[in-house]
């Protein structure tokens, strides 16, 4: 009788063997035909496995002149350690998906190159690497015994302590990736599109900011520049430092047909043309609505732009979103929030949960400043004190009275 064998790859195998010839005797054939080892062939028949190897054929339900049987390669263990696998079909599956062979080129180049052009390369590397796991294993295994053999040892104590949390936090990681994977997507900031004197911006609105943030050079082309009061110039500071030119206390902002006042804190160095912060949002009773994915205003839905509609600098891959905001003090009387992102120098603000606009609370020292000292100048000390005992300290009394021009209750005003 003729078999036919077909291997998961699609490759075929035909043997001529006699009915009553056992499997094993079949399984070196096969062997002969295919390069298989006979420990790791896996014969399946009708849907079950043929594991009889003194079995005849016949005896085995192998029947027909032109019976077709599935041929697969197993994996061969030795005291419990894989030796080999069917390196080739993992390399197909491989080459046919795109996103996966990107992965493996920015993380283990050498084997993508092999995965391409040279699959006994990739069979290697692929033996090499699970040599290496499987001698880790072994090692963490030994140390793991090391570490039980004296109960009365408090550092062996502490590392098993440890290693208990990091394999708690694994189950806690993939019990998330499991029920609720997309936390670990990435989250678009919210984006719409609105007008200022007829010129059109992407703004980031963003709750959590105390003021309405504009860029200089958006205010200029907005014509809004001329209007810039200087008394509320001063310097931010938070992880690194951004200059306050000053505020536009009063410009039309258009949104959708909306034609709305609005008032804009000009700041250098963030990289966000116009933030729209809780200043403006509650003047205008505004509502994030995201179960509808719209800004309601006054009635208006205003949509939030979608991913591809953002601006390039929101839409960077490195930009690092949700960042948590610290307070921060300011050297003028104007003082804002800067984003708690440690290492930067000069912190960027791309619309990734960076915000800004937050006033110091009470008893909250300002930061040492690059500009000189106040003096108390033509303000009495009762004014100074008057402002100390809202929370300020002296200089910022000082700067605040310089700013409202003498006017304690403006200064007051200005302090929150």
């Known amino acids: 009788m003729e078999l036919t064998f077909v291997t998961d790859l699609g490759q075929t195998f035909t043997v001529e063997i006699d009915p009553n010839m056992e499997l094993e005797n079949v399984m070196a054939l096969l062997e002969a035909e295919s390069s298989i080892p006979i420990g790791e062939q896996s014969i399946h028949y009708e849907g079950r496995e043929l594991t009889n190897q003194k079995a005849t054929m016949t005896e085995l339900g192998v029947h ?93 104590q502490r590392k098993i302590e440890e290693t208990i949390r990091q394999q708690a936090v694994i189950e806690n990681m993939e019990h998330a990736l499991e029920y609720a994977p997309e936390s670990f997507g990435r989250v678009t900031m919210l984006y719409i599109n609105v007008e200022v004197n007829s010129h059109p911006i992407k703004a980031f609105v963003d709750s959590g900011a105390q003021q309405t943030i ?19 110039a001063g310097i931010a500071r938070g992880v690194g430092t951004a200059k306050i030119l000053g505020r536009v206390h009063s410009a039309q902002i258009k949104v959708a047909d909306l034609f709305l006042p609005c008032s804009f804190t000009i700041m250098e160095g963030r990289d966000v043309d116009l933030l729209l912060g809780l200043d403006m949002l509650k003047a205008h009773q505004a509502c994030i609505d995201l179960e509808k994915n719209v800004l309601r205003i006054q009635g208006r839905e205003v949509r939030f732009l979608s991913e591809h509609e953002l601006p390039d600098k929101a839409r960077d891959p490195q930009e690092v979103t949700g960042e948590v905001p ?76 310089d700013a409202a021009g003498g006017n304690v209750d403006v200064a007051a005003s200005l302090l929150f």
């Open 64 to 156: 027909g002149a032109n019976a077709m049987l599935l041929l697969r390669r197993k994996v061969a263990n030795v005291d419990g350690r894989p030796i080999e696998q069917d390196a080739e079909m993992m390399r197909l599956q491989l080459l046919g998906d795109p996103q996966l062979m990107a992965q493996l080129q920015e993380t283990q180049p050498e084997l993508a190159q092999a995965v391409q052009s040279n699959p006994t390369r990739f069979a290697e590397l692929l033996r090499q690497t699970r040599e290496r796991q499987y001698e880790a294993e072994l090692a963490q295994q030994q140390e793991i015994e090391r570490l039980h053999a004296d109960p009365f040892d408090v550092e062996a």
């Open 214 to 232: 504009m860029s200089p050079e958006t205010a200029e082309a907005c014509g809004i520049m001329r209007l810039l009061d200087t008394r509320f």
């Open 326 to 401: 610290s307070n921060v003090s300011a050297a003028g009387p104007s003082t804002s929030s800067g984003p708690s992102n440690p290492g930067a120098a000069a912190p960027s603000f791309p619309g990734g949960g960076r915000t800004l606009g937050s006033a110091p609370a009470g008893g909250v020292r300002p930061g040492p400043s690059s500009r000189p000292q106040r003096t108390s100048g033509n303000h009495s000390e009762e004014s100074i004190r008057v402002l100390m005992d809202l929370g300020a300290s002296r200089e910022l009394a000082i700067s605040t009275l």
